[in-house]
């Protein structure tokens, strides 16, 4: 069993449509994929329909903004009920903030003699629920002032970098609380990668658990090392939560996150999904 639980469509700011995603993750040999979008579920009727169709497990999913000590940390969601009134008005909430971004990046990219309009941004987006920094990166390669998606968070868009503008996240805890309530599992996604390692110490983490119920933490992700890895593992497993692994795969947009690169166990799976100790219905079409 091969199991990929945090992937990104276009809906957000992936590359793929989510039915292209999805047949993406069959032709890669998955036999369990997730769609989590950037604080929208737009996407996942259309992969749910891919799924059943290419017969691949499927579990719907969504990747919240959070703060955690003035941090930008994101959550996972699975499972969770996207008609939820307070999760949904939260998620609008994020995605306005979303929105109101592009022009103040736009006017600092100006300010530095890089010269792009909303339109060109909105070109590039086409028509995405969750408009994010790479729709702007994919702006300024169309316009030529950049190779790739990496430069242009190298050297402008990168947070703290020169053109970064911050926007509107839920408080960690609360978008816990908010999961919960829809009826979903939380994960905390990447924890101990650059933007959010010093907001996400053990004890935090340990806190979240105790006070919140946090489901979960992704261990095996391209932005940990081993070394992390190995120390999120041990501190899921001290604290009777689950450890999950996963490509953070973007289409073309991210490189080294190809479809199954990381993988969660069929046990962490079975765990988080209404296995052994949880008498919850597992939110995923029968592989
Ligand atoms: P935003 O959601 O607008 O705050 O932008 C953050 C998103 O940009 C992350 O969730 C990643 O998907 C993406 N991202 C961050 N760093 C890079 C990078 N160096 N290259 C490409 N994409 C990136
Ligand atoms: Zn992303
Ligand atoms: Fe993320
Ligand atoms: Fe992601």
Do not use: N
Request: charged share 25%; aromatic share 4%; proline share 5%.
């Amino acid at each position: 069993m091969r199991i990929d639980l945090h992937t990104h469509s276009a809906v957000s700011d992936g590359t793929d449509a989510p039915a292209d995603l999805i047949a993406a993750a069959a032709a890669a040999g998955l036999d369990v994929v997730a769609l989590t979008d950037h604080d929208t579920f737009d996407g996942l009727a259309e992969a749910a329909g891919a799924a059943r169709r290419l017969g691949i497990g499927f579990v719907p999913g969504m990747e919240m903004s959070a703060r955690r000590d003035g941090a930008s940390v994101h959550l996972l969601a699975y499972g969770a009920d996207p008609a939820h009134p307070a999760l949904a008005a939260e998620l609008a909430r994020i995605r306005s903030g979303r929105a109101d971004r592009v022009g103040p990046v736009l006017e600092r990219l100006a300010a530095l003699g890089v010269r792009l309009t909303r339109e060109q941004v909105e070109a590039q987006a086409g028509g995405a629920s969750a408009i994010g920094r790479p729709h702007i990166a994919d702006a300024l390669v169309a316009a030529g002032y950049v190779a790739d998606r990496t430069e242009a968070f190298d050297r402008w868009l990168r947070d703290g970098g020169p053109a970064h503008v911050d926007r509107y996240a839920t408080e960690l805890a609360r978008a816990i609380d908010l999961v919960h309530d829809a009826g979903g599992r939380a994960v905390l996604a990447h924890p101990w990668a650059r933007e959010s390692r010093t907001a996400l110490p053990p004890e935090v983490i340990t806190a979240l658990v105790a006070e919140h119920g946090l489901d979960g933490l992704e261990a095996d992700h391209h932005d940990h090392d081993e070394e992390a890895r190995a120390e999120l593992h041990a501190l899921a497993a001290r604290l009777g939560i689950v450890a999950t692994g996963s490509s953070d795969h973007h289409g073309t947009g991210k490189i080294d996150h190809d479809l199954g690169s990381c993988t969660t166990s069929p046990a962490a799976y079975r765990r988080l999904f209404g296995g052994e100790g949880s008498a919850a219905e597992a939110p995923v079409q029968p592989v």
